[in-house]
């Protein structure tokens, strides 16, 4: 068996044991967003009031998943109940929902924040936020005054801060530090009624899995008349028609398919590095410069002529100042000493030092060492830099 395999198979065993692993050990994690989903069975999805829809409204109830405007635009209708429970609805299609309201049609509006198109057509009222845990809601009709529902968990707090006389409270919000505020009314528009509840979220499953609260559920939608009501439910519930959905919905599978598409990527990675073509290597052209001078060096230092070759670095030296540093070389006195080192800004003492050195180089009588010429190469460099 080739070593390479044995070696891709022995980390893909080692890869699907930890994934193996992973999944034993992972905790199942809870989806608290407020998605308020027909198809979510999230806290905060609308699974079990959809499940139960059709008998709370006696089998006349039909789900709309077009919008207000599309549907209307194609059909008449005679007088019926509309249901929005949270539901992102554009301008045109809310006049589509108002036109129906004022031929006689009654709408029950469910929502955080009300579009400015009802709340004007209502009386201008406010809404307001309470920052608390929990609250209850209770509606304002004695015969329903044992019918309540605890809200624990993220409410929104919102209400109507601003009601004018022609507008009916139904419902209020109840909390322990702040007044009772608004959150279920009624306006009479046109031929019909609007109903606006500012909090949804008692329909979500986690508060109609709760028991009693369903009791409050049915006493919201009995003020709706005994008729056909249209629910206008989100466009993005339809039933996904990806050839993958099944396959990318259950968790097991999801990740099966992810560790299969990481197998085949890996193993086109690495089979295509195995079988591509040899690249030949291309030795980079010498540089005989260099050989050059080790060469020279290597002459001079048979030799062992250490005054010329402190004379050349002297003269050198001199010619990179004239060049560079624009001083005449001419005569190495104490002007030159002074130009050198304010242009260089190196310390008097390293200055002299040098000029001593360059003046025993060019002497042809004076007696050189090995160390004069490793000092004098050091200290020129030091003052160049």
């Known amino acids: 068996?080739?070593?390479?395999?044995?070696?891709?198979?022995?980390?893909?065993?080692?890869?699907?044991?930890?994934?193996?692993?992973?999944?034993?050990?992972?905790?199942?994690?809870?989806?608290?967003r407020k998605n308020f989903d027909i198809n979510e069975k999230s806290p905060f999805g609308l699974f079990v009031f959809n499940s139960e829809a059709s008998h709370l409204f006696k089998n006349k109830l039909t789900k709309v998943d077009k919008t207000p405007y599309e549907y209307y635009s194609q059909r008449k209708k005679a007088v019926h109940n509309i249901v929005v429970i949270e539901n992102d609805i554009d301008s045109e299609s809310w006049k589509k929902i108002l036109t129906q309201v004022s031929e006689g049609s009654d709408a029950m509006l469910m929502a955080s924040r009300i579009p400015k198109e009802i709340s004007d057509s209502i009386g201008y009222y406010d809404s307001e936020i309470s920052f608390q845990d929990e609250n209850v809601l209770k509606l304002t009709d004695k015969k329903y005054q044992n019918d309540f529902i605890k809200l624990d968990k993220f409410p929104s707090g919102r209400g109507f801060s601003y009601i004018k006389p022609k507008v009916e409270v139904l419902g209020k919000t109840v909390e322990k530090k702040n007044a009772d505020q608004a959150n279920f009314i009624k306006v009479k528009f046109g031929k019909g009624n609007l109903y606006v509840h500012s909090e949804p979220l008692f329909l979500t499953n986690y508060y109609l899995l709760k028991p009693g609260n369903v009791k409050y559920a049915q006493d919201i939608f009995s003020y709706l008349p005994d008729r056909e009501t249209l629910w206008f439910v989100t466009n993005d519930t339809k039933v996904s028609r990806f050839f993958m959905r099944f396959v990318l919905g259950n968790p097991a599978l999801k990740y099966a398919w992810w560790v299969l598409l990481g197998g085949l990527v890996l193993f086109i990675f690495f089979n295509a590095k195995r079988k591509q073509r040899i690249v030949p290597i291309v030795e980079p052209l010498r540089n005989t410069s260099l050989d050059f001078v080790k060469s020279i060096g290597n002459l001079y230092l048979q030799e062992g002529d250490f005054h010329d070759m402190m004379a050349k670095k002297?003269?050198?030296?001199?010619?990179?100042?004239?060049?560079?540093?624009?001083?005449d070389t001419q005569n190495l006195d104490a002007e030159f000493e002074k130009k050198l080192q304010l242009k260089t800004g190196k310390p008097v003492e390293q200055i002299s030092e040098a000029i001593a050195l360059i003046k025993r180089a060019q002497d042809p009588y004076a007696s050189v060492m090995k160390e004069d010429l490793t000092k004098i190469n050091t200290l020129l460099d030091e003052i160049l830099k």
């Not at 390479?4 to 905790?27: D, G, Q, R, S, T």
């Not at 002297?314 to 004239?322: E, T």
Request: charged share 20%.
């Open 314 to 327: 002297a003269q050198y030296f001199l010619n990179k100042v004239r060049i560079d540093l624009l001083i």
């Open 1 to 32: 068996m080739n070593k390479n395999f044995k070696i891709y198979a022995v980390i893909f065993i080692v890869v699907m044991i930890i994934l193996a692993l992973l999944e034993v050990n992972k905790k199942e994690t809870t989806d608290w």
